[in-house]
């Protein structure tokens, strides 16, 4: 007897009792269902962490002002600013694993503009910030050397703050003031989105380095020119533990610290952090793949179940079959198809499920999920593989039958 | 004298119940030839469905020897077994056995699936053997559908459809009144005519009237065997009786 025929056969048997196999099927439809989903979910959020990884920008080294001492206390980082505009261009200029090096002075304050005024964070930078942080310009244009040079008072503003002062209408050309300098929107920055602590990182205004030092932070901050942090950008396939090394040497020599002395910088390389989270993501999202296996498990042994219960009343059957000249190969085959197809077809119908809770919880919750074919593919396949398992039971207890004892079962 | 088609030789069957030991068959020793139509009589107990069983390849004897056509069947295998029954032999029983929610038509067709006959040629057997059976209006109905003495001529249908060598009717008509009983046995009659060896076991004394030659069973044994010189004919006998309505 062939497979085809075999299929036929078992076909009609799950027809022939209509509400217990489709309820049969239900626990693989949501076990397949459930993995899919899971999966869906778990990738998504691995996703969101990858793709919150590109928008820090990729090897990427923030250099911030160290521990240092002043009569002898040791204050935390950054309590004074160590750190120099000029560290920054000699980090580009002298280590060639560098790709771009922006030095950042922060200050915060009042930005009004149109009518509205709000309260943000703006930052003093250099052009090079932009592709050190990989950040585009989505409306208008960004600012130049010459712009640098001349302190000029235009300013490129994140998502929020566009959207706190000039609502949904196009910010580029309005002027917008901080402490009273009036400064012309050049730019619109793409969104970021917010980083892992939650900040956001769309709430910021960007200014020529020259143009916040001048004219707006005031002289006392003109001196030493220093910064708040320098973002350093590496050339793609460096060993970032080396570049690292060069950079600390190159500051060391550059601040005149003592062999033996500690750094009064800080190098903080993020991918490490992040890539520290992503694990995290990628255990939570192995995690909950598993959590919902356990449901296809259960969906498995409920075939099994079925099955033995079917063997079980169709002992008659199976008897006459045997003795019409079916071997035990063929009961065998007959009962093993039949609890396969009732996996598959619980896979296929599950594969919609767990489509359309993906897409559910993608649209309700506002979760990123992303579905993946290979997901897909594993789920059926491991229900298939179900199927051969727990129906193996079942079907060999009905071969094994007597075709005597089978025909006399009441 | 023709070449017998089923030998036995000191036949025994023992096996179990709830741990004492039964000797269902002590030493059978028959020959029924080709063309024979025997009636296998007996109370209950006496060993005569073990006996079918051991006839029909369903069980294995404990000792002795069985020979279907030559062949030593006692020696074999399940799966050659199961070649067996589905080639040589057709069953009929008492309670027709037919697959429930099933058409006749795929009844008739269940023995030639499990010999690898492609599926119009199984249609094609099927259809001939049910028409052959004055069922060529009923082919697709469910056996609920069909009355008893119908869902029985699904039965012979279904046996027939392999061409065995052997019928084993089992009680064939204990289920049936006793005008379907007549319209069963002139049918077993009229395949015997045709050369069809016909083996029957029965309790009824009437039905076994039918067949030429009688084996009565006692506690395992065979205590009488002998030929019947003027068996009834079933045919003759249904056209005595007033027909009655078949649903």
């Known amino acids: 007897m062939n497979l085809l025929a075999s299929m036929r056969i078992a076909l009609r048997a799950l027809r022939v009792n209509k509400l217990r196999s489709s309820l049969t099927m239900l626990g693989i439809i949501i076990g397949v269902g459930a993995v899919i989903t899971m999966i869906a979910v778990g990738a998504g959020a691995q996703a969101r962490v990858e793709e919150q990884i590109r928008s820090l920008g990729s090897n990427l080294i923030i250099i911030l002002s160290g521990s240092v001492s002043s009569s002898g206390a040791r204050l935390g980082y950054g309590s004074q600013r160590t750190i120099t505009e000029d560290d920054a261009y000699a980090i580009h200029r002298e280590v060639l694993s560098v790709q771009a090096a922006a030095p950042a002075l922060r200050g915060a304050g009042q930005v009004s503009g149109g009518s509205n005024n709000w309260s943000t964070a703006f930052w003093g930078v250099s052009p090079e910030y932009f592709e050190a942080r990989q950040w585009n310009i989505v409306a208008g244009r960004g600012f130049g050397q010459s712009e640098m040079q001349g302190s000029a008072k235009v300013a490129v503003i994140g998502e929020t703050v566009a959207k706190a002062l000039y609502g949904d209408s196009d910010p ?7 402490n009273k300098v009036p400064l012309t929107v050049i730019g619109l920055l793409e969104r970021k989105g917010q980083t892992f602590g939650g900040r956001d990182q769309d709430d910021a205004v960007l200014m020529p380095i020259t143009t916040a030092r001048n004219r707006i932070l005031g002289a006392a901050q003109s001196k030493r020119r220093t910064v708040n942090n320098i ?19 190159l500051l060391r020599q550059r601040h005149r610290l003592q062999a033996g002395q500690t750094d009064d910088f800080f190098l903080r390389n993020l991918s490490e952090v992040l890539s520290a989270r992503e694990e995290s993501s990628r255990i939570m999202a192995l995690l909950l793949a598993a959590v919902a296996s356990v449901s296809l498990l259960v969906g498995g042994i409920g075939i099994m179940n079925i099955m033995l219960v079917s063997v079980t009343e169709r002992t008659r059957e199976i008897g006459l079959r045997m003795a019409v000249g079916a071997r035990a190969r063929d009961i065998l085959t007959q009962f093993l198809v039949e609890a ?14 767990g489509v359309i809770g993906s897409y559910a919880i993608g649209e309700f919750a506002g979760w990123r999920v992303a579905l993946r074919a290979e997901s897909i ?4 396949g491991f229900a298939g593989i179900i199927g051969v398992f727990f129906g193996f039971y079942p079907a060999r207890k009905a071969s094994r039958l007597l075709p005597i004892e089978a025909l006399r079962y009441e | 004298m023709v070449e017998p088609l089923i030998v036995t030789r000191d036949l025994t069957k023992n096996y179990h119940l709830e741990g004492f030991p039964v000797h269902a068959l002590r030493g059978i020793s028959v020959e029924i030839g080709a063309g024979e139509f025997v009636a296998i009589m007996g109370p209950s107990g006496s060993g005569k469905s073990t006996f079918m069983n051991l006839v029909g390849c369903l069980d294995s004897p404990s000792s002795g020897e069985y020979l279907l056509a030559g062949e030593r069947v006692s020696a074999l295998s399940g799966n050659a077994l199961a070649a067996i029954r589905n080639r040589r032999i057709g069953f009929v029983f008492q309670n027709f056995n037919l697959l429930p929610r099933t058409s006749a038509l795929e009844n008739v067709e269940l023995p030639l699936l499990y010999c690898g006959i492609p599926p119009t040629e199984r249609h094609r057997r099927a259809v001939s053997r049910l028409e052959a059976m004055g069922l060529g209006d009923r082919m697709h109905h469910h056996p609920s559908q069909l009355s008893g003495g119908q869902q029985q001529r699904v039965a012979i249908a279904r046996a027939l459809v392999n061409d065995p060598v052997l019928i084993l009717a089992d009680e064939p008509t204990g289920a049936l009144d006793t005008r379907t009983s007549c319209e069963i046995m002139a049918l077993l009659q009229q395949l015997n005519r045709d050369g069809m060896t016909v083996v029957l076991v029965t309790h009824e004394q009437e039905i076994a009237g039918f067949a030429n030659r009688i084996i009565s069973f006692r506690d395992g044994r065979v205590v009488e065997d002998h030929r019947v010189e003027r068996p009834s004919d079933a045919a003759a006998m249904m056209a005595e009786r007033p027909a009655e309505v078949e649903a």
């Open chain 1, 340 to 353: 396969i197809t009732l996996a598959l077809i619980g896979g296929l119908l599950g594969v919609l499920l």
């Open chain 1, 377 to 380: 593919a594993l789920a059926v």
């Open chain 1, 231 to 249: 973002s350093v950008k590496l050339r793609d396939d460096i060993n970032v533990a080396e570049a690292e090394a060069d950079i600390r040497s």
């Open chain 1, 172 to 178: 580029v050309g309005q002027i917008i003031r901080i």
